[in-house]
């Protein structure tokens, strides 16, 4: 569902990075602790479907790679 509305997905992806950034920089001001509920957009652990014996199904293997370059997507760049 979320591929048949990306532009929709687009905008809820940067209403919840606004929000994100906004609490972080109130936090930062008032110096009071990070209480904001996720870090990153990106559920935590291993993608959906993810086996550690040979998978399934072919889908679980580009699973597995689109996972991966969203959270490479997703790393800071490297300024050095």
Known sequence: MALDDLPG?????ARWRARRDAVLAQERESGGLRRFGRFSPLKPGRPPGWRRKKPVH????????VHGLAQ????????S
């Open 72 to 79: 490479w997507a997703l790393e800071p760049a490297d300024t």
């Open 58 to 65: 072919e889908v679980h293997e580009v699973l597995d790679v």
């Open 9 to 13: 997905q687009a905008r809820r992806f």
